[in-house]
């Protein structure tokens, strides 16, 4: 049930009245069924919410989830996203209500600061359960109304959980008098990957037929990468001479021009996407079917994150290769996931080279098996010390929508 509006709430929205701006794009069609509706406050955390909703589909397979962003945000797709991706609307009375009248949200999860009182108001009053995590005492409140006494404590009061990663914010969130059993301390949320499992009989028989030879996997290589990644693996070959490349291609359509140049530069490959058969002698496996790459990590003790060694794709999400046991090689140019492979670069779990000499030099290096178990744990560390805290939020989560359905029914 909605609390009772308070008069600065009711001047907020006179001060902040107005309806979506004519130049906003129309938003897509709502999925039927149950709903989550996730605000991701900052671009950063947006990997991290990512591999939440995936963890949280396996526990709910017919939830839908919407992802928002702040309204003036650069929207970035994630390479495996399967979920729309909007901004939000502006701070208006009005834009909040058509957001809300749309999507019909079941569930509200706000991650990090940057409240903003209408939308979260509206969706208060029309009982739709709201938490709030990694909170910061952060609100956006329309031009003009600052002056009012307690829109944030109203704002904040709207959540039934506040999560905030440290004593100070918890203090100061109760302070503004939102009621103690609401608020409580929680670290923030870690990419927790669950890669889905690889049939047994087909991980077995690739590991026959690459039988002991020692394997590392270049992915996602796009073409001004090919030179550099096949001058490291000849390089390489010169002190491990079986040593075999799995080459995954980013662009398909590239596959069959690189497979006569491969054959033109006297190395033994196999087109594995057409059927190829790997024999003892075979030197490159070539690939560019992203559905297999849970394969070829578990085979690949080394992976080479490709689409890094030259500007302008900005790197790959390393951390499914990581997951599934991989020491993580990657390129200077990794924008888009910088802050991940920052993480992994100061655990010890990931490698930059900035060459195909020292492309070649780090794969002979971490093909040794002390080294790649020891970034393999490294790397595993990483990926699994966020579980608790995910564990805990899906708890909640499913708790909350369980409550909901049971109200509806009733009523």
Not at 227 to 252: F, K
Request: charged share 20%; net charge negative.
């Amino acid at each position: 049930m909605s609390k009772p509006r308070s008069l600065s709430l009711a001047a907020y929205r006179v001060l902040s009245w107005g309806v979506r701006n004519g130049t906003d794009k129309p938003y897509i069609p709502r999925p039927e069924g149950e709903l989550i509706w996730i605000h991701i406050a900052s671009q950063d955390r947006q990997r991290v919410v990512e591999g939440f909703c995936q963890r949280l589909r396996q526990s709910r397979p017919n939830l839908s989830v919407l992802l928002t962003a702040p309204p003036q945000a650069d929207l970035i797709r994630w390479d495996a996203s399967s979920h729309p991706l909007v901004n939000l609307p502006s701070e208006q009375t009005g834009a909040a209500r058509e957001f809300l009248d749309h999507w019909r949200p079941d569930l509200g999860l706000w991650v990090g600061g940057g409240l903003m009182p209408n939308v979260i108001t509206r969706a208060e009053e029309r009982g739709l359960p709201l938490i709030l995590i990694e909170a910061e005492i952060d609100i956006h409140v329309a031009r003009g109304a600052r002056w009012l006494p307690d829109i944030t404590r109203y704002t904040f009061d709207c959540f039934q959980t506040i999560l905030a990663t440290s004593p100070e914010t918890v203090r100061h969130i109760r302070r503004l008098g939102v009621p103690a059993s609401k608020v409580d301390t929680a670290p923030p949320l870690h990419v927790s990957p669950n890669p889905s499992p690889w049939p047994e009989d087909e991980l077995i028989e690739m590991t026959h037929a690459l039988s002991s030879r020692p394997v590392w996997l270049a992915t996602w290589v796009q073409d001004k990468e090919f030179i550099s990644v096949l001058s490291a693996h000849r390089q390489a070959m010169r002190m491990l001479p079986r040593l075999a490349l799995i080459l995954h291609v980013a662009d398909m359509s590239e596959t069959e021009p690189l497979h006569r140049r491969l054959l033109s530069m006297d190395l033994r490959c196999v087109n594995w996407d057409d059927g190829g058969t790997i024999e003892d002698t075979t030197q490159v496996i070539l690939t560019s079917d992203p559905e297999n790459l849970g394969l070829w990590y578990r085979l690949s003790p080394v992976a080479f994150m490709s689409s890094s060694l030259e500007r302008g794709s900005g790197g790959r999400d390393p951390l499914t290769a990581t997951a599934l046991g991989s020491a993580v090689i990657h390129g200077p140019f990794v924008h888009r996931h910088q802050q991940l492979y920052d993480q992994l670069n100061r655990a010890g779990a990931a490698r930059l080279v900035r060459t195909a000499t020292e492309l070649g030099d780090a794969v002979v290096e971490l093909l040794a098996p002390d080294e790649a178990a020891r970034m393999a744990l490294a790397g595993w560390e990483i990926v699994s010390e966020g579980a608790p805290q995910t564990d805990h939020l899906i708890e909640i989560v499913q708790d909350s929508l369980d409550q909901r359905g049971q109200d509806h029914a009733s009523t």
